[in-house]
């Protein structure tokens, strides 16, 4: 079912809602998988973000978007001289990925201490994203709700293991995915939810044994 966001878009700064508020929004959420604050920025545009993205304003947006600024931002304008003020060093690359959406941006971002995250994430108009790529592993995520990413071995079981913590919470599940790398390895659950996700969610969660890690990606 259409929602009104979906019909008329976001609140936001510049010319369209796929290359400004779709790009904020893929930044940003590019920030959160990291989960610190970002000294670096390597930022790939694929499709027609890599033809049009000076003209539109897409690079001023994504990296608005990995400071952490909202759709909505005045300051989105003057992203990039913002950016290196507070010593946040960006590159932009212009190459097709094999397959992805026309409006697709990877992003792999490093904190100061070394520590990395790659999102990769299209824009599929009206300032809705999809983020498809997490690291390694495919996912699919549209940003709009909390969500749970949770790597874990590639046993039987494991997702009976997390969807009865969530049960037992009384959370209600809207949406979940589930990539591996190959059979026997290591898998990635992503599951999005109604409402917010309690800390001690997370907790049970990551007391499991075959639980990699368990992050709470919010909202965006």
Known sequence: MLQVFDIIGPIMIGPSSSHTAGAVRIGKYARSVLGTTPVKAVIRFSGSFAKTYKGHGTDKAVIAGILGMDT???????????????????????????????????????????????IQGASIGGGNIVVNKINDTEVSISGKSDTLVIPHDDIPGMIAVVTNILADKGVNVHGFSLGRDHKGGTAVMTIEIDGNFDESINEAILACPNIHASTILKAI
Do not use: C, Q, V, Y
């Open 72 to 118: 909505d931002d005045s300051r989105i304008r003057n992203s990039m001289e913002i950016a290196k003020e507070e010593g946040l060093d960006f590159t932009f690359i212009e190459e097709d990925i094999d397959g992805a959406h026309p409006n697709t941006a990877e992003i792999t971002l490093t904190d100061a201490n070394g520590k990395s995250a790659l």
